[in-house]
């Protein structure tokens, strides 16, 4: 089985506070970036194993610690499932802020579910994604949500960028979650998101924010140049998606940009 592990985009992203538990009360909307994706291959295979192969951008992480090969265990143990075989062709940027590994882990979960016949349905499914992380339940639904608590907690959500352009660009750095939350200042917002959000993109800039913004700008220069160069190049709306460090932008026309070569760029039309 071939899948295509799509990644994802924060449209605004509040740190609302630190719970008892350590983690961060979160509010922020995520959206489907379809045209921007891993390929995950998986098959069964004899014995108990879980084999793990990649390709493509060169993950900084030993393959045991791999979120396809914690996905593939976790359904080992959960459903008494045999072995896997599991090649990943890395194209989404790691420490970006896109979500990718968490996606090639919803992906092995799904594809587990359909090569064992396991029959379980979505809720069981992003309950499973959960236990690996708090945006991967995300990619089981597959649309915009809004997302609450540590950002496992989904509603559904309109959000109607359709026919806009999307520009996403990360430049050679990496923001680690560590740093992002290190810096940020917990407090409730003044304005309820998905209000925000609801309104027409024209109006988003200014008012649909990233709470890391703050100071991942002001500590990664080169990010708050990706961000400057959007916006003078006509972008309607430009923001850091998660904690960095990628950037994206919304652009009613085709965008011409140049981006130095040390720039990972993706652009892609909107179309649902």
């Known amino acids: 089985m071939i899948l295509k592990a799509h990644c994802k985009i924060n449209i605004?992203?509040?740190?609302?506070?630190?719970?008892?538990?350590?983690?961060?009360?979160?509010?922020?909307?995520?959206?489907?970036?379809?045209g921007l994706y891993d390929i995950v291959e998986i098959e069964r295979s004899e014995g108990d194993d879980v084999v793990f192969e990649s390709?493509?951008?060169?993950?900084?992480?030993?393959?045991?610690?791999?979120?396809?090969?914690r996905a593939a265990r976790l359904m080992q143990q959960r459903y008494s499932v045999g072995g896997v075989s599991i090649v990943l062709d890395k194209r989404v940027p790691f420490g970006a802020g896109l979500g990718g590994g968490s996606s090639d882990a919803t992906a092995v979960i799904?594809?587990?579910?359909?090569?064992y016949e396991l029959g379980l349905d979505k809720p069981t499914l992003a309950a499973l994604a959960a236990e690996l992380g708090s945006d991967t339940p995300f990619f089981v639904y597959d649309d915009a949500r809004y997302c609450t608590g540590r950002g496992e907690i989904m509603t559904p959500v309109e959000v109607d960028i359709r026919g806009w352009?999307?520009?996403?660009?990360?430049p050679r750095e990496g923001v680690s979650t560590a740093e992002a939350y290190s810096g940020v200042k917990p407090m409730?917002?003044?304005q309820d998101l998905c209000m925000l959000v609801a309104r027409p993109v024209e109006q988003w800039q200014g008012s649909?924010?990233?709470d890391f913004e703050h100071h991942i700008l002001a500590s990664h220069p080169e990010i708050a140049k990706l961000k400057q160069a959007m916006l003078a190049a006509g972008a309607t709306y430009a923001a850091m998606s998660g904690s960095g460090s990628a950037v994206f932008a919304l652009f009613k026309d085709r965008p011409s940009l140049a981006f130095d070569s040390e720039i990972f760029a993706h652009i892609e039309h909107i179309e649902a």
């Open 208 to 210: 649909v924010t990233n």
């Open 55 to 69: 390709r493509g951008i060169v993950v900084d992480c030993p393959s045991d610690k791999n979120l396809c090969v």
């Open 12 to 34: 605004g992203l509040k740190v609302v506070r630190r719970r008892e538990d350590g983690y961060h009360e979160l509010q922020t909307v995520m959206y489907p970036v379809r």
């Open 165 to 170: 352009w999307l520009v996403v660009a990360k």
């Open 110 to 115: 799904c594809a587990i579910n359909e090569i």
């Open 188 to 190: 409730l917002p003044e």
